[in-house]
């Protein structure tokens, strides 16, 4: 197979073993590299995906059945209180984000 393109997923590690999966039974091979968001401070995954040009539609297929978007809470300060007030506000997180390169070149040593 001729690799021509570099897929680079970030997505919430409670969808990773689902996402691996349904890649590894479509024939694609994904590469794990653990990091962490800065928005929230929460962990999450990066994949690096090696593609022909045929299977990019696929993978996109599969990443947006298997990274869903969750709602989660975080406390945030009530301005103006006297006190420490904590307000919980509602953050939409998860789903994937998908950037696909363009690759030039590759060698197996």
Known sequence: ???????????????????IEALS?????????FSTGVFLGSRNTTLLIGLGSDQEAEAVRILSETCRRRVEYVATPLEGAPFH??????????????FTFEVERYEVF
């Open 1 to 19: 197979m001729s690799i021509n393109r570099l897929m680079t997923v970030v997505l919430q590690s409670q969808d990773v073993d689902h996402a």
């Open 25 to 33: 039974k479509a024939g694609l091979v994904a590469t794990l590299l």
């Open 85 to 98: 007030l904590p307000l919980t506000t509602p953050v939409t997180v998860g789903g994937a984000t998908v």
